[in-house]
């Protein structure tokens, strides 16, 4: 029977942990938020594990969690994720947490050529623990915090070291190790991204052509109205509504509320609140002076195109080889750089974000005789 977690919420016991931790050579990692049932989502707990105890570290009881910054930041703990990225993110946005030494078990898996990568799968398949989905999209800000959510954010890190000990021999023994830590390497260089609202961000919700000009006038004035909407009632814009109801509305250009609500995917609540204020933008967007341009867009020269269309087919080859997915090999983004800066030698590959020593080593010279015309 597996104990309890130790949930911490007070600064006492807080300072204790990080002193624990900090003796650690490495520790397993997790953060819950509550990113689907709120406009603007955080990070509502933090989970830890050792051998010895799992704890749980509630943020949003603690007035501050900054002792942990030491742990996060210190490369000579090594800190274990499965599928760190989402998690590096909000403890950059929330807290200012930079994380160093990070093994990420997803990662490693793909490296392996694992195609179960959930941990829930990885977990059974290779340890024949079981562990279920049931609280993955569950409001994380609930307080008190019931036992069997505790119970879920434990068991994510539970077994996170026993499973990274597996994944780590596994790649020892096909002498992939430094191209998994490599991967690593790029999953800790992530730039956050605004959350401010874009107004124009509404010319990404459909195909160039499939709306005519009011319709698109229409569009965005609904965008705006959805994000309204959203803060006011503390919502994620497309849960409170979906981006296909919101192109449904602008091209039928309901004029009653009767109208309105044969539309699907619009809340009963949300109607009876707001209806008016959805018909009210439908009017002014059909009334109005149709000035709306899409952002103007750079083409890109044929002869790039034609190359990074060489690189990607090189790509697809080299993982169906490995039995990888392809972005193991290298990102989309990687081969669009190396296809813009046509690098003549391996030494000019130096810089390219995903590219580290270990790719350029073994996959560079290919790259380069492919931008050169090799085939």
């Known amino acids: ?20 931790l900090s003796a650690q050579p490495r520790i397993a990692c997790d953060t819950e938020s509550n990113s689907l049932h709120a406009y603007r989502g955080t990070t509502c707990l933090i989970q830890f594990s050792t051998p010895a105890e799992d704890l749980l570290i509630d943020p949003l009881a603690l007035a501050d969690i900054s002792a942990l910054a030491p742990v996060f930041a210190d490369p000579a703990i090594e800190k274990v994720f499965h599928a760190a990225e989402y998690d590096l993110i909000c403890l950059k946005r929330d807290f ?8 990420d078990t997803m990662a490693a898996a793909r490296v392996c050529g694992y195609q179960r990568i959930g941990l829930s799968n990885m977990l059974e398949d290779l340890l024949g623990i079981r562990h279920g989905k049931k609280h993955q999209t569950d409001d994380w800000a609930r307080r008190p915090l019931p036992a069997s959510y505790r119970r879920y954010a434990q068991m994510d890190t539970r077994y996170l070291l026993p499973l990274r000990d597996a994944l780590h021999a596994e790649l020892s023994a096909a002498d992939r190790l430094e191209e998994a830590y490599e991967y690593f390497d790029d999953v800790i260089r992530f730039e956050l991204k605004s959350e401010d609202f874009d107004p124009d961000g509404f010319w990404n919700l459909f195909r160039p052509n499939s709306l005519d000009r009011r319709q698109i006038a229409v569009l965005r004035e609904l965008y705006i109205l959805r994000d309204e909407l959203a803060q006011s009632t503390d919502h994620p814009p497309q849960r409170l509504i979906a981006n296909k109801t919101l192109l449904q509305i602008a091209k039928s250009q309901p004029k009653s509320l009767k109208q309105l609500r044969a539309i699907r995917g619009l809340p009963a609540w949300l109607l009876r609140q ?17 000035t709306h341009r899409p952002p103007p867009q750079v083409p890109i020269p044929q002869a790039i195109v034609e190359c990074y269309s060489a690189l990607h087919n090189w790509r697809k080859r080299t993982a169906l080889a490995r039995g990888v997915e392809s972005d193991v090999i290298i990102s989309k983004d990687a081969l669009w750089d190396i296809a813009r800066r046509s690098p003549r030698s391996v030494d000019e590959l130096g810089g390219i974000r995903g590219l580290g020593p270990w790719r350029r080593r073994t996959y560079g010279a290919a790259l380069v005789s492919i931008v050169n015309g090799g085939g």
């Open 1 to 20: 029977m597996l104990a309890p977690a130790t949930y911490i919420d007070d600064s006492q016991a807080l300072a204790a942990a990080v002193q624990r």
């Open 96 to 103: 200012d947490f930079d994380v160093d030494g990070v093994f």
């Open 274 to 290: 707001n209806g008016d204020e959805f018909i009210e933008a439908v009017q002014h967007g059909r009334s109005s002076a149709l």
